[in-house]
């Protein structure tokens, strides 16, 4: 079993930053993603970012230049760097990691304020 532990959320005034962090722990074969979702009030679930073992990064056009994602493959870790936050970066952040599934953390409420 796999279970993936999220931290670092919170209140932050606009402008501000935070950092994400999602840790992986249990029987996982071999990561070959890592990544982050977002889910606002009344919205769908969408992509935030997403890193490849290979170390290859996509990024949602919304937060490209603000965001950074990095992960740590020896931690089964992955990080989100959330620099110049909006009021519409406001939703509940969620981690996944991909190997021959795809598991997901049980997500991290980020409220920017303006």
């Known amino acids: 079993q796999v279970q993936l532990v999220e931290s670092g959320g919170g209140l932050v005034q606009a402008g501000g930053s935070l950092r994400l962090s999602c840790a992986a722990s249990g029987s996982i074969f071999r990561i070959d993603n890592m990544g982050w979702f977002r889910q606002a009030p009344g919205k769908q679930r969408e992509l935030v970012a997403s890193i490849a073992s290979g170390g290859n990064t996509n990024y949602a056009d919304p937060v490209k230049g603000r965001f950074a994602i990095s992960g740590d493959n020896a931690k089964n870790t992955v990080y989100l760097q959330m620099n110049s936050l909006k009021p519409e970066d406001t939703a509940v952040y969620y981690c996944?990691?991909?190997?021959?599934?795809?598991?997901w953390g049980q997500g991290t409420q980020v409220t920017v304020s303006s």
């Open positions: 996944y990691v991909s190997d021959l599934r795809v598991y």
